[in-house]
């Protein structure tokens, strides 16, 4: 925390004295006219914005000291008295200055001889009202320390949750690459005898994909176009592993290309469909993703046609997805619940003429593109 002051703050240092001025020279042109009979109309006006510009000058002294002395360090009887001596100091000098003006400038010859000396009047504690004021803009000036001293902590709070939460959203996203590369890999080595020339093309995409995924691995939001471009190349590579057996469909309204999606929301959805599902059916499997806009909401939905979803495994039945899914969709709710908290959701149910269907739920906003 910083003791210097800024600009605006000397400047309201600057406006608050003045008014104060202001308000004390009318009180003593209101409220003494015996006083002004003895002195120049413009006396009290002249002495009260003297008095207030000394103080304005040494606030920002005050303010300095109040930072460098907090009150969990003045416990110790040193440095109070070395306050109270700094405040007494201090105002024995504003109230001389002002009493030698006043005798001085305005005051008459005859008068001022009969004046007391400025000892008699520091001895009479006639500055004590210096002193108030010196207590009060050091009391002002504790309260901006721990003003300041608030705020700091809290953005010190905010930048370590940002923190975390951006490390708590990298490592989720590492947590996809491997596991997608290891799928992907296997899938290759299950087709390096069958289909060579598939394998190449596998390796083309999967280096694709790889690329990409260290590209965009700073960003956390894309738009969905980028994610469907990185999508159909993940898919073109199921589509060799899964020999013509598989067919995709995406079925998604060019209006939300713009929309910013989670990067790699999708691709682990859809593995999980093929793996816990299309790669269960005897036939073609069958994928189909949608995207449509619900008011405020983007929903992205993948369906697909294999077993299902069951809630208990019954022994003995077919294999059914349980509806918290794989480490998919796990990571999944994860990363949605770092990015958007209650906002978003990803839900896992049976579809109504069989299979499952995941669905994915995130507030809907545009990029700039």
């Known amino acids: 925390m910083t003791d210097r002051l800024t600009a605006r ?31 120049a109309p413009t006396g009290p006006v002249v002495l009260a914005f003297l008095e207030a510009w000394l103080w304005a000058a040494f606030t920002p002294m005050i303010f300095r000291l109040s930072a460098r002395m907090p009150p969990e360090r003045t416990r110790k009887g040193l440095r109070l008295l070395l306050l109270i001596a700094i405040g007494i100091a201090l105002s024995i000098t504003i109230y001389l200055i002002v009493d030698v003006a006043r005798d001085l400038i305005f005051m008459p010859p005859r008068r001022s001889r009969h004046r007391i000396s400025p000892l008699e009047e520091v001895a009479r504690f006639r500055f004590i009202n210096q002193f108030i004021f010196y207590v009060a803009v050091l009391a002002a000036g504790y309260a901006r320390s721990y003003f300041l001293r608030d705020r700091q902590r809290e953005e010190q709070a905010t930048l370590l949750k940002a923190q975390l939460a951006e490390a708590q959203l990298n490592a989720l996203r590492m947590q996809i690459n491997p596991h997608f590369l290891f799928n992907t890999l296997h899938a290759m080595s299950a087709l390096v005898e069958r289909d060579p020339a598939g394998v190449r093309k596998m390796i083309a995409r999967l280096s694709e994909l790889l690329r990409h995924t260290t590209d965009s691995s700073a960003r956390d939001l894309i738009p969905l176009r980028d994610e469907l471009d990185f ?6 590579i199921m589509e060799i592993r899964f020999q013509g057996r598989l067919r995709v469909t995406i079925d998604v309204d060019e209006a939300l290309f713009d929309a910013l999606v989670p990067n790699l929301i999708l691709q682990p959805i859809v593995e999980n469909a093929l793996e816990h599902g299309t790669s269960r059916v005897a036939g073609m499997g069958e994928v189909v ?20 979803v069951r809630r208990d495994r019954v022994q003995g039945a077919p294999e059914a997805r349980t509806t918290r899914g794989g480490v998919g969709l796990a990571n999944t ?18 579809g109504e003429q069989g299979g499952a269907v995941a669905e994915i739920v995130i507030p809907y906003t545009r990029s700039d593109r």
Not at 231 to 236: A, D, G, K, N, P
Not at 289 to 308: C, F, M, S, Y
Not at 333 to 350: I, T
Request: charged letters at 25%.
């Open 231 to 236: 999508l159909r190349r993940y898919i073109e």
């Open 289 to 308: 993703i949608r995207g449509r806009r619900n008011g405020e909401q983007l929903v992205l939905e993948v369906r697909d046609n294999g077993p299902g």
């Open 333 to 350: 709710r994860a990363r949605l619940a770092q990015l958007y908290g209650d906002a978003a959701r990803v839900e896992l149910s049976a």
């Open 9 to 39: 703050e000397r400047v309201l240092i600057f406006a608050f004295w003045t008014g104060l001025a202001i308000l004390s020279a009318v009180n003593g042109l209101l409220n003494a006219p015996g006083f002004i009979r003895v002195m």
